[in-house]
């Protein structure tokens, strides 16, 4: 997990790069994954798009997708599932 924190940020340019480095600062270990993602959308992501995706999981249903289709539709919004 702390793989995948360095691997990300790497990639954060401008605002998201300030922002990871002062949080960074924070921590007497590496951060893991959950702490740089809960940050992440803390930052990012306003409250309630995140409750609007939650509630998108809630209901989601595959219909007529695919199962691929389903597959990506709900790790995408996995992310935001209590």
Known sequence: ???QVEVI???L???ARTWWLSE???YKEPATW???TDGFYDKFFPKIAQREMREQF???KQWDRT???YAA???RLSRFAP
């Open 34 to 36: 959950k702490q740089f």
């Open 13 to 15: 340019t401008d605002v």
């Open 67 to 69: 199962v691929d289709q």
């Open 58 to 60: 809630m209901k989601l």
């Open 24 to 26: 960074e600062a924070k």
């Open 1 to 3: 997990a702390a793989d």
């Open 73 to 75: 539709e709900f790790t």
């Open 9 to 11: 940020q790497i990639q």
